[in-house]
C-alpha cells in the first residue's frame, strides 16, 4: 500500500512587528481563507490524513487547525513537534523516516525554504518556492517511512491556493 505526504508550507503571517517574537506571528484573515481552501480541496478530494504533524509556531499550529476544520476531523489528529519549526533538510527528513508504519497519510506543516527543500529532494520534481499555503502531494511506493530516500517519492500534485480560488 503507498504512502503519502503532505508538505504544507504555513498559510500567509503577519509581518513581523518590532519586539515580537517570530515565533508567535499569526495568519492573517488571508492566510486564514488559504489553509480553508487547502482544507476544503482534500475534503473534495477524500484526502484524509492519519495524522496532522505542525511545527509548533502560531502561523503553523493556526494553518493545521484551519486545514483540520475544514476537513471536519477531530482537533487530537493535530500532533505539535517542536522539531519542525526552524527544521533543517536533514532534521525534517529523519523526522519523516523515523514515523510510526501504521501511518499511511502524513500531513506535515511547517516552513520554508525547508518545505520546498524536501519537496524536491524527496522527488526530483522542481517545484520552485512553495507559496504560503502551498501543498506538495508525495506518493511513495514503500512498505515502510524507513524506505524514504532522495527521489523516491512522486510528485503527485502541487497545489497552491491561487489555483483554488474561484
Known amino acids: 500500500m503507498p504512502r503519502y505526504l503532505y508538505l504544507v508550507r504555513h498559510a500567509q503571517?503577519?509581518?513581523k512587528q518590532v519586539n515580537q517574537n517570530d515565533f508567535g506571528r499569526e495568519l492573517t484573515s488571508t492566510g486564514v481563507?488559504?489553509?480553508?481552501?487547502?482544507?476544503?480541496?482534500?475534503?473534495q478530494q477524500q484526502i484524509m490524513p492519519?495524522?496532522?504533524m505542525t511545527s509548533t509556531a502560531e502561523r503553523a499550529r493556526m494553518t493545521a487547525s484551519m486545514i483540520a476544520d475544514a476537513l471536519k476531523t477531530d482537533i487530537e489528529k493535530i500532533n505539535l513537534q517542536e522539531d519542525l519549526y526552524e527544521a533543517s533538510t536533514r532534521t525534517?527528513?529523519?523526522?519523516?523516516?523515523?514515523l510510526e508504519d501504521h501511518l499511511h497519510h502524513v500531513m506535515c506543516v511547517?516552513?520554508?525554504?525547508?518545505v520546498t527543500y524536501l519537496a524536491e529532494y524527496l522527488?526530483?520534481?522542481e517545484v520552485?518556492?512553495?507559496?504560503p499555503a502551498g501543498?506538495?502531494?508525495?506518493?511513495?511506493?514503500?512498505?515502510s517511512w524507513k524506505e524514504v530516500s532522495q527521489g523516491n517519492g512522486e510528485l503527485e500534485n502541487y497545489i497552491t491556493p491561487e489555483m483554488l480560488t474561484p
Do not use: C
Open 92 to 98: 525534517f527528513f529523519q523526522f519523516i523516516t523515523q
Open 13 to 15: 503571517s503577519a509581518e
Open 110 to 114: 511547517a516552513h520554508n525554504p525547508v
Open 33 to 43: 481563507k488559504q489553509a480553508l481552501l487547502v482544507g476544503n480541496y482534500l475534503l
Open 50 to 52: 492519519d495524522v496532522i
Open 128 to 131: 520552485g518556492d512553495m507559496v
Open 135 to 143: 501543498l506538495a502531494i508525495i506518493k511513495f511506493n514503500i512498505q
Open 123 to 125: 522527488t526530483g520534481a
